[in-house]
Protein backbone atom coordinates (compact mmCIF):
# COMPACT_ATOMS: atom_id res chain seq x y z
CA UNK A 1 0.00 0.00 0.00
CA UNK A 2 2.91 2.47 0.73
CA UNK A 3 3.80 2.27 -2.59
CA UNK A 4 0.85 3.34 -4.34
CA UNK A 5 0.23 6.07 -1.62
CA UNK A 6 3.63 7.65 -3.67
CA UNK A 7 1.05 8.98 -6.07
CA UNK A 8 -2.38 10.07 -6.60
CA UNK A 9 -4.20 12.00 -4.06
CA UNK A 10 -6.24 10.18 -1.34
CA UNK A 11 -9.82 10.93 -0.41
CA UNK A 12 -10.81 9.98 3.22
CA UNK A 13 -15.10 8.69 3.35
CA UNK A 14 -16.63 7.02 6.49
CA UNK A 15 -13.51 6.13 7.73
CA UNK A 16 -12.14 4.44 4.36
CA UNK A 17 -9.39 5.94 2.32
CA UNK A 18 -10.45 6.11 -1.09
CA UNK A 19 -7.25 6.52 -3.36
CA UNK A 20 -6.99 8.20 -6.70
CA UNK A 21 -4.72 6.11 -9.02
CA UNK A 22 -6.12 7.78 -12.52
CA UNK A 23 -8.86 10.31 -12.06
CA UNK A 24 -11.94 8.62 -13.25
CA UNK A 25 -10.82 5.46 -13.98
CA UNK A 26 -8.97 3.75 -10.87
CA UNK A 27 -9.57 3.89 -7.76
CA UNK A 28 -8.34 1.56 -4.52
CA UNK A 29 -10.28 1.49 -1.74
CA UNK A 30 -8.18 0.73 2.05
CA UNK A 31 -10.12 -0.08 4.94
CA UNK A 32 -10.48 1.28 8.55
CA UNK A 33 -7.59 1.66 11.20
CA UNK A 34 -5.48 0.58 12.12
CA UNK A 35 -4.31 -1.91 9.06
CA UNK A 36 -6.00 -0.44 6.16
CA UNK A 37 -5.89 -3.16 3.82
CA UNK A 38 -6.76 -3.34 0.45
CA UNK A 39 -10.81 -4.11 0.22
CA UNK A 40 -11.75 -3.13 -3.60
CA UNK A 41 -11.07 -1.45 -6.83
CA UNK A 42 -13.79 1.17 -8.84
CA UNK A 43 -13.87 2.91 -12.29
CA UNK A 44 -14.97 5.84 -10.75
CA UNK A 45 -15.30 7.88 -7.28
CA UNK A 46 -18.80 7.29 -6.91
CA UNK A 47 -18.99 3.54 -7.34
CA UNK A 48 -16.29 3.66 -4.69
CA UNK A 49 -18.60 5.61 -2.83
CA UNK A 50 -21.21 3.49 -3.01
CA UNK A 51 -19.05 0.42 -2.06
CA UNK A 52 -17.89 1.97 0.83
CA UNK A 53 -22.01 2.63 1.74
CA UNK A 54 -22.67 -0.74 0.80
CA UNK A 55 -19.72 -2.29 2.64
CA UNK A 56 -20.74 -0.11 5.81
CA UNK A 57 -24.47 -1.31 5.75
CA UNK A 58 -23.78 -5.00 5.46
CA UNK A 59 -20.97 -5.06 8.43
CA UNK A 60 -21.96 -2.03 10.76
CA UNK A 61 -19.20 -0.53 13.09
CA UNK A 62 -19.17 -1.57 16.45
CA UNK A 63 -21.27 0.32 18.86
CA UNK A 64 -19.56 2.41 21.48
CA UNK A 65 -22.28 1.15 23.93
CA UNK A 66 -20.33 -2.24 24.45
CA UNK A 67 -17.62 -0.49 26.00
CA UNK A 68 -18.93 0.05 29.79
CA UNK A 69 -19.22 -3.76 29.25
CA UNK A 70 -15.49 -4.24 28.38
CA UNK A 71 -14.34 -1.73 31.50
CA UNK A 72 -16.63 -3.24 33.50
CA UNK A 73 -15.09 -7.04 33.43
CA UNK A 74 -11.95 -5.77 34.34
CA UNK A 75 -12.63 -2.85 37.16
CA UNK A 76 -9.92 -0.43 38.06
CA UNK A 77 -8.54 -0.62 41.34
CA UNK A 78 -9.23 2.35 43.73
CA UNK A 79 -6.72 4.41 45.34
CA UNK A 80 -7.19 2.68 49.11
CA UNK A 81 -5.73 -1.09 47.60
Given at each position: MLETQLRGRN???RG?????????VFYTIY???PQRCEL?????FRQSMEWVDDHIAQNPPQSLLVWPRLFAAN???T???
Open positions: IFYYVIHEGVRSGPRAQAGTPLPAGQ
